[in-house]
């Protein structure tokens, strides 16, 4: 079955770093664009990143533009977000998502904390 699993996640001062992974298992992983959201208590989750099977990044949210990175290695089945220079407001928890030809896939998602 479809298994994405997401890890990376932590506490980080403003203007740190960190870098999410997302491993996939359960589908030929290299044949769809994947994505990342972020969710925040008490709000809908939103859109961060789009990338291609390719590796071309056809979205980015205009919060995070300049600051985020989303990337993939297709032969590790791994898709990665890294978050430069991190503010508060990136606080919440970022999922990963797949939607294939058989179903609509999410992570359990890894939580992000930007704090002093």
């Known amino acids: 079955q479809v298994q994405l699993v997401e890890s990376g996640g932590g506490l980080v001062q403003p203007g740190g770093s960190l870098r999410l992974s997302c491993a996939a298992s359960?589908?030929?992983?290299?044949?769809?664009?994947m994505s990342w959201y972020r969710q925040v208590p008490g709000k809908e989750r939103e859109l961060v990143a789009v990338?291609?099977?390719?590796?071309?990044?056809?979205d980015l949210a205009d919060s995070v533009k300049g600051r985020f990175t989303i990337s993939r290695d297709n032969p590790k089945n791994t898709v990665y977000l890294q978050m430069d220079s991190l503010k508060p407001e990136d606080t919440a928890v970022y999922y990963c998502?797949?939607?294939?030809?058989?179903?609509?896939?999410w992570g359990q998602g890894t939580q992000v904390t930007v704090s002093l």
């Open positions: 998502n797949a939607v294939t030809f058989e179903g609509d896939y």
């Open positions: 990338i291609t099977r390719f590796g071309g990044v056809t």
């Open positions: 359960g589908f030929i992983f290299s044949r769809y664009s």
